[in-house]
Every structure is written in structure tokens, then in C-alpha cells.
């Protein structure tokens, strides 16, 4: 297993340097000046791709690999080069078959849309490109703030994560991950010599219940947290609170045991409250809403289940 990163920054070769410039990915975002995924200010690099698919997901646009088109109808300015308007036809229906009847005339809409109503989600980008974006926030870095790798799942693009990781080290910023875990350990295990962060997500420590509403059991989950808490590189366990899913006691109670009976050291567990702001990307990918009937948690109930957690001795934060 590598050793985690002890050198703040890794001079690389002009050779290496282009070679891993050069490397290509699929992105669908880059969030600047975040306060969240990661200490101090981040520049946040969102992955296309995931291989589970939870019903809450707040990403939806996250989880294919490929570019996606969608249309976000408060947008849409009836800029009249059509005979309708663009949300016309773009609707949420079981089956998707109707899409590739409408594709390439969404596809003309899309690179004529004025306003970004009708649009590409993801694109395919060079490390060099991104790291140019993520550059102009590092005066900003000073306090702990850095690069966090997100997604989708970055780690199923093992070879432009490395090349982003390598690329920031070189210029002494600090790096972060955020994994769902359900990858191979190999593919993992290559970013850690690169990571000065881990943020590994742990939904639920059943692994019938876990795979009933992501897709996947947990098993390669909790064995891959297993390896990267024993590698020395810090780790943040974040946990989606999930009404109707995880948000109980004994859930978490559950998960508690799991995370105090690591190696090394969690340097804490985030909690992170389901929220309903991802309905609006499901209607533009006219995709149903997974996870209707499910009201958001009370405070009161959010720290209840964070005092299960704190009551075993481990640091807890709401928010991430």
C-alpha cells in the first residue's frame, strides 16, 4: 500500500508535467470559492459518472458517464427560433425512448439556446485545462483551503484524478477526494500517495437496505474505508441523513460502532441533511423525482442523531 503524501509539493519534470496535462476526462462542473468539501475554501471539480444510484441523489446530471442534454424550462426566453417553445415535449415519461426522437433537434436548440435553457451537461476536458480554473483561486488557498475532487465518483477516471492530484501537489495545493467507495481498491489505492484528504461517504451499514435504495450492497464499501483509514491519510466519514432510509438511531448507532472500530484516525463524521434542491435537475433531464413524500428533518432531529454519534466520542459536524 502507497504511504500518504508527507511532501507538500512534488517538482515534476517538464516531460510529466505535459504528459499529464494532457490526460482527459469527463466533467460536468467546477464550483469556485466553496466553503464546503474540504477545509478552508475550495475549488470543487465535479466527476461525471457513479456507480450506485441513490434514490435522493441530488446530482442527478452526476451519475452517466456520458454528456447529457437537458432543459431547464425557467430559462427558456421564447427566443422565437422555433416554432415552440423548448420545454415543449421535454417531459418526465416512464420510458426514454422518446428522447432519441427528439435528440437532434434538441441538439440544434442546444447550441442556438441564448440563455442556457437547452444545454450540454458534462464535457470533456484536459487536466491542464481544469487545473487553469482551479489556479486562479489558490491566492485563496492560505488557512488549508484547496482542490476537492467530486462528483459522480472520481475515482472510475483513475487516470485524469491522478493526473489532476499530481498537477496540484506540484504547485503545493492541497488536495481532497470525495468517494462513495464502490470502486475497486486498485483504483483507489493509486490516488493516495496524491490526497492530503479523504471524504468517504457511508450510507447505511445494512447491506440489503444499502443496495435496496443505491443499487449496491456495501460490502466493497466498508472494505475499501477499512484500507484507506488504515493508510495514514486523513478521513472524513460523511453521512447522508435520509428520511425514510438512514435518519434513525439505530442506523446511525450502527455506523458509529463501524467508524470508532477503524485504524488510524477519522478525523470526523459530517452529516449532511437531505435536502430537496436537486428536483429542478431531475425535471430538466425529465427524469422523475425519486424521492417524493419525504419531508426534510427538523433541526431538532438532525442533532438528536448527531448526539448518537458525539455520545461516542466522535467529532461531529451538520453540513459539510
Given at each position: 500500500?502507497p504511504?500518504?503524501?508527507t511532501?507538500?509539493?512534488?517538482?515534476?519534470?517538464s516531460a510529466?508535467?505535459?504528459?499529464?496535462?494532457?490526460v482527459?476526462?469527463?466533467?460536468?462542473?467546477i464550483?469556485r470559492?466553496?466553503?464546503h468539501?474540504?477545509?478552508?475554501?475550495?475549488?470543487?471539480?465535479f466527476?461525471?459518472?457513479?456507480?450506485?444510484?441513490?434514490?435522493?441523489c441530488?446530482?442527478?446530471e452526476s451519475q452517466?458517464?456520458?454528456?447529457e442534454?437537458?432543459?431547464?424550462?425557467?430559462?427558456c426566453?421564447r427566443?422565437?427560433?422555433?416554432a415552440?417553445?423548448?420545454?415543449?415535449?421535454?417531459?418526465?415519461?416512464?420510458?426514454t425512448?422518446?428522447?432519441?426522437d427528439?435528440?437532434?433537434?434538441y441538439?440544434?436548440?442546444?447550441?442556438?439556446?441564448?440563455?442556457?435553457?437547452?444545454r450540454?451537461?458534462?464535457?470533456?476536458r484536459?487536466?491542464?485545462s481544469?487545473?487553469?480554473?482551479?489556479?486562479?483561486?489558490?491566492?485563496?488557498?492560505?488557512?488549508?483551503?484547496?482542490?476537492?475532487?467530486?462528483?459522480?465518483?472520481?475515482?472510475?477516471?483513475p487516470?485524469?484524478?491522478?493526473a489532476?492530484?499530481?498537477?496540484?501537489?506540484?504547485?503545493?495545493?492541497?488536495?481532497?477526494i470525495e468517494t462513495?467507495?464502490?470502486v475497486?481498491?486498485?483504483?483507489?489505492e493509486?490516488l493516495?500517495p496524491?490526497?492530503?484528504?479523504?471524504l468517504?461517504d457511508?450510507?447505511?451499514l445494512?447491506?440489503?437496505?444499502?443496495?435496496?435504495?443505491?443499487?449496491?450492497?456495501?460490502e466493497?464499501?466498508?472494505?475499501?474505508?477499512?484500507?484507506?483509514?488504515?493508510?495514514g491519510?486523513?478521513?472524513?466519514?460523511?453521512?447522508?441523513?435520509?428520511?425514510?432510509?438512514?435518519a434513525?438511531?439505530?442506523s446511525?448507532?450502527?455506523?458509529?460502532?463501524?467508524?470508532?472500530?477503524?485504524p488510524?484516525h477519522?478525523?470526523?463524521?459530517?452529516?449532511?441533511?437531505y435536502?430537496?434542491?436537486?428536483?429542478?435537475?431531475?425535471?430538466a433531464?425529465?427524469r422523475p423525482?425519486?424521492?417524493?413524500?419525504h419531508?426534510?428533518?427538523?433541526?431538532?432531529?438532525?442533532?438528536?442523531?448527531?448526539?448518537?454519534?458525539?455520545g461516542?466520542?466522535?467529532?461531529v459536524?451538520?453540513?459539510?
Amino acid at each position: 500500500m502507497p504511504s500518504p503524501k508527507t511532501d507538500p509539493c512534488r517538482v515534476l519534470t517538464s516531460a510529466s508535467r505535459a504528459e499529464l496535462e494532457d490526460v482527459e476526462g469527463i466533467i460536468f462542473d467546477i464550483q469556485r470559492y466553496s466553503l464546503h468539501d474540504g477545509p478552508g475554501l475550495r475549488t470543487n471539480v465535479f466527476f461525471k459518472g457513479c456507480p450506485l444510484r441513490c434514490a435522493w441523489c441530488a446530482n442527478p446530471e452526476s451519475q452517466a458517464a456520458r454528456p447529457e442534454l437537458a432543459v431547464f424550462a425557467m430559462n427558456c426566453i421564447r427566443c422565437g427560433q422555433f416554432a415552440g417553445p423548448c420545454p415543449d415535449g421535454w417531459r418526465v415519461r416512464e420510458d426514454t425512448a422518446w428522447k432519441e426522437d427528439l435528440r437532434a433537434d434538441y441538439e440544434t436548440r442546444a447550441r442556438l439556446c441564448p440563455a442556457g435553457g437547452v444545454r450540454w451537461i458534462g464535457e470533456r476536458r484536459t487536466a491542464g485545462s481544469v487545473m487553469e480554473e482551479v489556479r486562479r483561486d489558490a491566492p485563496f488557498y492560505e488557512g488549508g483551503g484547496g482542490m476537492t475532487l467530486t462528483g459522480g465518483e472520481p475515482a472510475l477516471q483513475p487516470a485524469f484524478t491522478e493526473a489532476l492530484l499530481r498537477l496540484a501537489h506540484e504547485e503545493c495545493i492541497n488536495t481532497a477526494i470525495e468517494t462513495c467507495g464502490q470502486v475497486a481498491w486498485s483504483q483507489l489505492e493509486r490516488l493516495l500517495p496524491y490526497l492530503d484528504m479523504v471524504l468517504f461517504d457511508v450510507k447505511h451499514l445494512d447491506s440489503a437496505t444499502h443496495r435496496a435504495f443505491t443499487g449496491a450492497g456495501n460490502e466493497l464499501i466498508l472494505a475499501n474505508l477499512r484500507h484507506v483509514a488504515a493508510s495514514g491519510v486523513p478521513v472524513i466519514v460523511r453521512v447522508p441523513l435520509i428520511p425514510g432510509f438512514n435518519a434513525s438511531a439505530e442506523s446511525l448507532a450502527a455506523i458509529g460502532r463501524f467508524v470508532v472500530g477503524l485504524p488510524g484516525h477519522i478525523q470526523q463524521v459530517d452529516l449532511l441533511p437531505y435536502h430537496t434542491l436537486g428536483r429542478a435537475k431531475y425535471a430538466a433531464l425529465a427524469r422523475p423525482y425519486p424521492w417524493d413524500g419525504h419531508a426534510r428533518l427538523a433541526d431538532e432531529e438532525v442533532e438528536s442523531l448527531a448526539g448518537e454519534l458525539r455520545g461516542m466520542g466522535l467529532t461531529v459536524t451538520v453540513g459539510g
